[in-house]
């Protein structure tokens, strides 16, 4: 995957595969990991199963359609991101609070949880 925004794009489908694996068949789990986590070729991961190239492709495609489908309907990869989104503007407005502000303890406490229930997602 050398074209631009493949960086982007492996991003996105892995974030999405955290989320929705389960909702993948086995191979099309398999072939994802390979592709965007290992970063194999097409031709690697067909000569390694087996295949042809054009399986592996369809296979990885249709996975992809999985991922966005389900992501289009579940929103799961884009309120988490709102979230981490919302947890970093707290962390600034704690820093910007003087240390003896008397809500910091409390702000830091409220990030340490989202944290903690972001890492459980």
């Known amino acids: ?9 492996t991003t996105r489908i892995n974030l999405l595969f955290d989320f929705y694996e ?13 592709y965007f986590h ?8 067909a000569a390694e199963f087996e295949v ?23 929103g799961l990869l884009a ?6 989104s919302w947890l970093t503007k707290l962390d600034q407005a704690v820093v910007s609070l003087p240390r003896e502000h008397s809500a910091v303890p409390e702000l830091e406490a ?5 944290r903690k229930a972001l890492e459980q997602e």
């Open 1 to 9: 995957m050398s074209e631009p925004g493949a960086l982007a794009k």
């Open 22 to 34: 389960p909702l993948l068949t086995d191979k099309q789990r398999t072939f994802l990991k390979y």
């Open 38 to 45: 290992d970063d194999y070729s097409l031709g690697e991961i």
């Open 52 to 74: 042809s190239r054009q399986a592996v492709y369809e296979h990885i495609k249709r996975a992809e359609t999985v991922l966005e489908s389900c992501e289009s309907k579940l």
């Open 79 to 84: 309120k988490h991101e709102l979230l981490q």
């Open 110 to 114: 409220v990030a340490r949880g989202l």
